[in-house]
Every structure is written in C-alpha cells, then in structure tokens.
T-cell receptor
C-alpha cells in the first residue's frame, strides 16, 4: 500500500524566499509523480509531472526533482510571492493494477508581503 | 490544456434525499475517472475508481450502495450520494486520466446535507 508523507505540514514565510517542500513515498515502483496546488475550497491544479525516468521538471519559478529509488520528490519554489499561498500536494502514480493517485496530507503554504 | 468540469459546484439537500454530481472531461476522452472526498483541512481520500462501461472499484470502507458511480460514456462519470445524511457533507472532487497518464481535476462540489 502506497503511503505518502509531506514535510513540512505548514510553512509561513515572507515574500521573496526560496522554498523547499518535501514528499516521500513508500512504494517506489511508480510511473510518474505529480505536484498539485489547491486553493481553499477549490479543486486541484496540476503544477508539474515528472516521469519515472526523469530526475526533474521545471516550470517558471517551480522546479520538482524526483529520486525514485529513495522514494522522494522535492518541490522548489523560487522567489515566493503572496499568490503562491495554497496547499501543495504530491501524488505518486503507479499504473498497471494499482492505477490510482494517492495523496499526501499536503503542505499549507502562506507567503506574506 | 485538458479540462474537467464538475457540476454542481454547490448543493444543499435535505437529509434522506439523494444528490447527483457530474464529472465531465471536456476536451478529451477518459476511460478512467476517480472520485475523492475531502474534509476541511484534510487531504483527499480516494473513494472509487470509475471505469467506462464497467463497475466502479471502491476503496475499502466506502459503501458502494451509498455512493453510486456510473461511467456511461468516455466523457461523463456521475456520483450519486443516496439517502444523504449530515455526515456526508463534504467536498467531492473528481479527476480524469488524460494523455500521458496526466491526471486532471475538476473544481470540486460542495455538498451540505441539512
């Protein structure tokens, strides 16, 4: 059974800081891993998807790395802004029999001006 | 990019009645859709996997007779909460698997049972 842990659970930082959000998972036989953002009371927005053969993906100020063998992924947010305030969720995906996304509890990020 | 639409966004129903939530993939076909529920300040809990043309696969502890899932076409899955009770009040989110196994989420549906 896949278990996903995200650290820290919550983070409050001043604007402009570079941030590191950590995700670990117990079953490393994954197909890919997605990072999502969830604003309060809203659905999820996909930020980055890393295939199991990749080590990192970048989109703007976001960079996600994946170390499949150790069951870890990290989301880096550069030059954080108040608009980045949200909950960030990671979800490893295992295809072929398992075939579903399992989520961690998320990291609640607050970036204040 | 791919879009998943949920309807309704908000619904209030009386205890004992049933309510249906729709999940549509607007610009792609989805053979597999997923239904989650989320309580305040908690993560998403997978309820069931909806497969087009076949029965849904429910997670342990989820009552299949209470949460009816139908995936009759490649672009539509529905979740019906039957005989709803106040403890069923929650945020329900669907997602669909698109190209490259990327998962796209709907905006969610808030259910309040009074």
């Amino acid at each position: 059974k896949q278990e996903v842990t995200q650290i820290p659970a919550a983070l409050s930082v001043p604007e402009g800081e570079n941030l590191v959000l950590n995700c670990s998972f117990t079953d490393s036989a994954i197909y890919n891993l997605q990072w999502f953002r969830q604003d309060p009371g809203k659905g999820l927005t996909s930020l980055l998807l890393i295939q199991s053969s990749q080590r990192e993906q970048t989109s703007g100020r976001l960079n996600a790395s994946l170390d499949k063998s150790s069951g870890r992924s990290t989301l880096y947010i550069a030059a954080s802004q108040p608009g980045d305030s949200a909950t960030y969720l990671c979800a490893p995906y295992r295809a072929g029999g398992y075939n579903k996304l399992i989520f961690g509890a998320g990291t609640r990020l607050a970036v204040h001006p | 990019g791919a879009v998943v639409s949920q309807h309704p966004s908000w619904v209030i129903c009386k205890s004992g009645t049933s309510v249906k939530i729709e999940c549509r993939s607007l610009d792609f076909q989805a053979t597999t859709m997923f239904w989650y529920r989320q309580f305040p300040k908690q993560s998403l809990m997978l309820m069931a996997t909806s497969n087009e043309g076949s029965k849904a696969t429910y997670e342990q502890g989820v009552e299949k007779d209470k949460f009816l899932i139908n995936h009759a076409s490649l672009t539509l899955s529905t979740l019906t909460v039957t005989s709803a009770h106040p403890e069923d009040s929650s945020f329900y989110i669907c997602s669909a698997r698109g190209l490259g196994n990327t998962i796209y989420f709907g905006e969610g549906s808030w259910l309040t049972v009074v």
